[in-house]
């Protein structure tokens, strides 16, 4: 029997390191999960890794648990890049056409492209990927597809992501020294759209919140192109801090308080609630007031979130908001995105597998095992089927592996 084609993802967030692994299907079809594992996260501040040792060994931990688990042997993955020092820019590449008889090549598609990466930037930042939004011949723009076509002049106008160089550097050490190689980095929340996003939705117009612990992630696609991205440097971590300081207890505590107890948006009567300490203390709260440092913090957080779209005039979007990530599943949390942002609001559900999760706190990692499946179908020549025609939003860039020195 043939061995199956796999695809591993390896998603480093603030609160944990979690690792998947699936099979690639041949002839089109979901892929099949292998194998789960989840390491509590060390070494991480806000999506950035700060101690490159201490997330190998967690991610180390993590890769041992999983091929413990499944039997597999797995030597590289796809790594998610997250933290608020990642930046998109819009850019613009001019070149003239090369052939004799004017019809654009190939060739002429990648000058144009790497034209529109020259731009001045800050020191100790770098583009990892660009997305381009649409190309123009001879002055006519809103072609996606240039070649074949006759023209003189080649512009293109892209969307160029990138982030701080060391932060992307402490990444790619701290997966190496794991024992794994680097197939590709891919932008968080870019692989919790792939996740959770329909082409359709794309194509009308959508915003993709992704609530994380340390960080809250937007990507916005319009006529199924990525249009802006941007991550807010608060998360459901801020939330849980809150509940600490008020409650006076340790963060574990006020984390169960949050799920078990929390709520976006509070009805009924108020009610004191009891929590049995280990040490047979026992925490008395209010319920209502639990909720109101809930509501206060999200109030903050969506607040952010709607100055950057309104910034951007796009607070009208079709398709509306979709919300995922492990700070989602606060109770009632999209009637109260639907009363802040006056928006068509929805929970984002994880699609592509023949078992799909249902934990939106897994999205980034389906999306990069769905994402490693869009940038290998062409390489392998299987059925593109089961993927969306423009991948995890139409970006160009090729396969890459980074290996040990």
Same mark, same amino acid.
């Given at each position: 029997?043939?061995?199956?084609?796999?695809?591993?993802?390896?998603?480093?967030?603030?609160?944990?390191?979690?690792?998947?692994?699936?099979?690639?299907?041949?002839?089109?079809?979901?892929?099949?999960?292998?194998?789960?594992?989840?390491?509590?996260?060390?070494?991480?501040?806000?999506?950035?890794?700060?101690?490159?040792?201490?997330?190998?060994?967690?991610?180390?931990?993590?890769?041992?648990?999983?091929?413990?688990?499944?039997?597999?042997?797995?030597?590289?993955?796809?790594?998610?890049?997250?933290?608020?020092?990642?930046?998109?820019?819009?850019?613009?590449?001019?070149?003239?056409?090369?052939?004799?008889?004017?019809?654009?090549?190939?060739?002429?598609?990648?000058?144009?492209?790497?034209?529109?990466?020259?731009?001045?930037?800050?020191?100790?930042?770098?583009?990892?990927?660009?997305?381009?939004?649409?190309?123009?011949?001879?002055?006519?723009?809103?072609?996606?597809?240039?070649?074949?076509?006759?023209?003189?002049?080649?512009?293109?106008?892209?969307?160029?992501?990138?982030?701080?160089?060391?932060?992307?550097?402490?990444?790619?050490?701290?997966?190496?020294?794991?024992?794994?190689?680097?197939?590709?980095?891919?932008?968080?929340?870019?692989?919790?759209?792939?996740?959770?996003?329909?082409?359709?939705?794309?194509?009308?117009?959508?915003?993709?919140?992704?609530?994380?612990?340390?960080?809250?992630?937007?990507?916005?696609?319009?006529?199924?192109?990525?249009?802006?991205?941007?991550?807010?440097? /608060?998360?459901?971590?801020?939330?849980?801090?809150?509940?600490?300081?008020?409650?006076?207890?340790?963060?574990?505590?006020?984390?169960?308080?949050? /799920?078990?107890?929390?709520?976006?948006?509070?009805?009924?009567?108020?009610?004191?609630?009891?929590?049995?300490?280990?040490?047979?203390?026992?925490?008395?709260?209010?319920?209502?007031?639990?909720?109101?440092?809930?509501?206060?913090?999200?109030?903050?957080?969506?607040?952010?979130?709607?100055?950057?779209?309104?910034?951007?005039?796009?607070?009208?979007?079709?398709?509306?908001?979709?919300?995922?990530?492990?700070?989602?599943?606060?109770?009632?949390?999209?009637?109260?995105?639907?009363?802040?942002?006056?928006?068509?609001?929805?929970?984002?559900?994880?699609?592509?597998?023949?078992?799909?999760?249902?934990?939106?706190?897994?999205?980034?990692?389906?999306?990069?095992?769905?994402?490693?499946?869009?940038?290998?179908?062409?390489?392998?020549?299987?059925?593109?089927?089961?993927?969306?025609?423009?991948?995890?939003?139409?970006?160009?860039?090729?396969?890459?592996?980074?290996?040990?020195?």
């Amino acid at each position: 029997m043939a061995k199956p084609h796999i695809i591993t993802g390896l998603d480093i967030g603030s609160s944990s390191c979690k690792l998947m692994v699936a099979a690639f299907p041949k002839r089109g079809g979901d892929l099949e999960i292998l194998g789960f594992s989840e390491e509590p996260s060390l070494g991480i501040r806000k999506g950035v890794v700060i101690n490159p040792a201490e997330v190998s060994a967690c991610a180390r931990a993590a890769l041992t648990k999983l091929g413990e688990k499944s039997g597999l042997d797995l030597d590289s993955a796809y790594i998610n890049v997250g933290g608020a020092h990642m930046f998109a820019v819009p850019s613009r590449g001019l070149v003239s056409v090369s052939r004799a008889d004017q019809k654009i090549s190939q060739e002429d598609v990648d000058r144009v492209l790497l034209a529109a990466q020259t731009f001045p930037l800050p020191l100790n930042r770098e583009v990892l990927e660009v997305f381009p939004r649409e190309f123009i011949v001879d002055g006519e723009g809103g072609i996606k597809e240039p070649q074949g076509l006759s023209g003189v002049r080649l512009e293109v106008e892209v969307l160029a992501l990138g982030g701080f160089s060391p932060y992307i550097k402490n990444l790619t050490s701290a997966v190496l020294g794991s024992g794994l190689q680097v197939d590709d980095l891919i932008f968080s929340p870019l692989a919790a759209s792939r996740a959770v996003l329909s082409q359709r939705e794309k194509e009308l117009g959508v915003c993709l919140l992704d609530v994380g612990s340390g960080n809250t992630g937007l990507a916005i696609f319009e006529e199924g192109d990525l249009v802006h991205l941007n991550v807010f440097p /608060f998360g459901s971590g801020n939330i849980t801090s809150d509940i600490a300081i008020y409650l006076k207890s340790d963060i574990d505590l006020a984390e169960r308080v949050k /799920f078990e107890f929390g709520t976006a948006i509070f009805q009924g009567q108020d009610k004191r609630e009891k929590v049995e300490l280990d040490d047979e203390e026992t925490l008395v709260f209010s319920k209502k007031q639990i909720s109101k440092v809930i509501e206060d913090r999200v109030s903050e957080m969506f607040s952010e979130v709607n100055k950057e779209l309104k910034r951007l005039g796009k607070q009208q979007l079709p398709s509306g908001i979709v919300l995922t990530g492990g700070g989602v599943k606060l109770p009632r949390i999209k009637e109260f995105a639907k009363k802040e942002f006056r928006l068509h609001c929805r929970l984002g559900k994880i699609k592509g597998f023949l078992s799909s999760p249902e934990d939106p706190q897994l999205a980034t990692l389906c999306g990069l095992v769905l994402s490693g499946a869009d940038l290998e179908t062409d390489r392998i020549g299987w059925s593109k089927s089961s993927f969306s025609g423009k991948g995890i939003g139409g970006r160009l860039k090729k396969i890459f592996k980074i290996f040990v020195p």
